[in-house]
């Protein structure tokens, strides 16, 4: 079996500018291994749409090199790249039927008519859409819009895929059901996924790793989990997950835990990941769940909040709380232990290990 | 509860009910439409009546020839008419020249065969010369030798009867002949069907000129952004806030052989100063005018088509390894059908029966159907000549309409 390359796709110092005055993308390099589902995860402005679509090759890099399976691709126009694309309105054909959207790209390659009717089965079962080969686009539901678009971006065996928030326009269920059918499909076949959205919790779902852009750069490159327990700086933290915050000065570091005095003026024992030295700025992250209330056991950081609100969720219960002066500060407290009885206004104890408690840039 | 009949909540049948709220909503819609209907009734409806009833037309001189008529009918039409006829007709006659009508009929007869006004007029001066008792048709003969040539009786015969399809025939380069059958006229004056087929080569070559030039526009655009499309938008609609008759005149500058185009070909030394184009008076100056003047009737449907055709779908085409061009011919092309349609249909329905341009700067070599309708309106005033011509326009154009509505959908049809 061939060896899986790390550096399948390779971005070399790309730059990229639109109107010659700012960067949409900064020197950007990156690494997509082969077989790889990798997420481009960002806010809407940040690149990452900008990235897939110079890889696809309908935007041309204004600086540096982009790499597919070893040669470099600028110069390439897309029609010769054979990368396969999922558009974001799915980009179907509308005035061609599902079995000659999927031949499209089959007939563009001279494949002969059997071979082109036995993929096109084949790709539709797995996409499980067998019996709609002879219904118009305008014909299907979102859902099955979208499952033709990928079945089309497969048929003709892409090593690469890309897909600009396919997603996006379906509703919350289906969303869900097509994230876990797109992994599947991913894993069958092995292709190598470049995968955009702005849905952070579709990301954690579906990617082996997760580019996290903001402001043209790449935040973060790791994945899911340690994106989400250990982020590096206080973007991540803030765009990943829930997160409560705390801004203070660095007063004492240590190797593993740095005390830190907040604007509020009280002193919270964290993890030093972004800061040095004492007199540092620090943005201060921590996890909902990762707050005990009523502690038992004894934590390095335990104070006393006031409830401010309780919103029911169903499956858990969210208290904004007053804690050291951060009126916005969020408990989860699943709903299997009723036998807690919050009002508002009530007082709650809370405590939390130094290590859960991130030190980051300010 | 009966009959599982359903009633509203106050008792009455719920379809009476329905009908009485719904009919109260489409009254409402028609008092605001009401002006509007008037206005396209009395202005457009009524006067296309007219113009279909006035083609076929010839109440004019049955009302004037009545009593001529209900006997000329019984005659056969072989050798000369009998007695009865003639005595009619000399009555008719009569009574005509005496209140001074009888110049009417013979201008008209005068359409029917050359030669008949004069007769007329030499026939009521010697009226009150007849002989009442007898004789009347040799009496016709002695006072001129046409009423001895046999068409003037059957012109007569045929030009008394109160509708008939001459025009038509006559639109097309036919006519009856004397026994009745349908014959071409002489090679030398057939003149409409020439320009019946130079019309339909000019809109259609026009619809096509304005196709290729307008699509790359169209399709510049749909892709612009707002603020430069909008800029383009103007320049394509300003020929729409000039006056016609000043464009087509511009054009007159412009084509002329002294005119502005011809003087820069020879400046660029493409053409000798003494073989200059002739640009104007022919078919060439027709059909750049027209098509200059009918090019906003193509953009715009193109661009309504083209603004809905997102480049998602282009960009789909070429990732999956469609050259740019297969990806136009196949995605994009098939895409713009309806306003390709749409587009072609408005301007060759215009082009058709285009009036000012080709008067202007068509010449005798650029004249259309149009202008012979014109011609016949102002000069020959021969009006049921002209509506006859104008009902066969009508009538293809419909006929045109039919076939797209059949084909496309009118529906399809977008303007912006």
Redesign the interface.
Known sequence: MNEKKSDFVKFEQVDKSYDGKELVVKGLDLDISEGEFLTLLGPSGSGKTTTLMML???ETPTNGEIYFDGRPINNI?????????V???Y?????LSVFENLA??LK??KIDKAEIEERINRTLKMVSLTGFENRMPAQLSGGQQQRVAVA??LV?DPKLVLMDEPLGALDKNLRESMQYELKHIHESLGVTVVYVTHDQGEALTMSNRIAVFNDGKVQQLSGPNELYETPVNSFVASFIGENNTFTGTVTEIASGSAKIQTDSGDTIFANPIAVNSSGDKSRISLRPERVSIDPNEQLENQFTSVIREIIYHGDHTRVRVNLLGNDEFILKVPNASSDLDFNVGDNLDLGWSSHDCRALDY | MTNGEIRTSDGELLSVKLKKVESRKRTGALILVLPLLLFIIITYIFPIIQMLQRSVDNTQMNDLLNNTYQVIQNWDGSDFPPEEVVKTFYNDLKYLSENKLHGKIAVRLNYEKGGFSSLIKKTVRKLDSFDTNGNYLQQFKEIHKRWADQEYWLALKRATVPYHGRKYLASFDFKQDFDGSIVRIEEKKRINVTLWLRTIYVALGVTLCCLILAYPIAHLLSVLPTRYSNLLMICVLLPFWTSLLVRTSSWMVLLQTQGVLNDFLVFLGIVADENRLELMYNMTGTFIAMTQILLPFMVLPLYSVMKTISPSLMRAATSMGATPFHAFRKIYFPLTYAGISAGSILVFVLAIGYYITPALVGGAKGTLISNRIAYHMQSTLDWSYATAMATILLVGVLVVYYVYNRVVGIDNMRLG
């Not at chain 1, 126009?77 to 694309?85: A, D, E, L, S, V």
């Not at chain 1, 980009?91 to 005035?95: G, K, N, S, V």
């Open positions: 696809a090759g309908f126009p897309p029609h010769k790249r054979g990368i396969g694309m558009f974001q309105n980009a179907l054909f509308p005035h499209f790209p563009v390659r089309r971006a003709f």
